[in-house]
């Protein structure tokens, strides 16, 4: 398993609130993607995608002080066979940067506006905050897109 990119992100909200819409948006993603498998540890608040034969997001929700919470996503590449092509047929990884930071940034404003309609039925409000690469690698998929489960990567 090796690790591609790291992105981090941070949303007002309690971890455990941040953590069920993220659950939530997951397994409809995951749902309508097919081919993917998300696994869930709910107490830890961590999850992970799976898809096609190399991609693996693993997400984690943590406080990042009172009412705010971070997450992060971490993308490996788990190829057990043709490792040496997964780079081929995501060519070299061109343009998966913008590509993933996009989808990022998505599922945080989806997940504020999730967060932002719970509280709103009970009276508060609440917004993303930012976004950034924890570690200065590309940003990450969210989850294995369609491109990530057949291989081909468009421009």
């Known amino acids: 398993m090796r690790l591609l990119t790291e992105v981090e992100g941070a949303v007002v909200a309690a971890p455990d609130v941040v ?15 097919g081919a993917a498998r998300l696994e869930i540890d709910a107490p830890h608040r961590r ?4 898809g096609g034969w ?8 943590v406080s990042a002080g009172p009412g705010r919470t971070s997450i992060t996503l971490r993308v490996f590449d788990v190829a057990q066979r043709l490792a040496w092509g997964v780079a081929l047929a995501n060519r070299g990884f061109v343009g998966f940067a913008a590509r ?16 932002q309609a719970r509280a709103s039925t009970m009276g508060r409000n609440l917004t993303r905050v930012s976004s950034s690469s924890a570690s200065g690698s590309l940003p990450a998929t969210i989850p294995a897109p369609a491109w990530a489960t057949t291989g081909i990567v468009s421009e």
């Open 19 to 33: 953590a069920d819409a993220l659950r939530l948006r997951l397994i409809e993603r995951t749902v309508g993607e």
């Open 47 to 50: 999850y992970a995608v799976e």
């Open 54 to 61: 190399w991609y693996r997001g693993e997400y984690s929700v």
């Open 100 to 115: 993933t930071r996009e989808e990022f940034e998505t599922l945080l404003a989806e997940l504020a506006e999730d967060v």
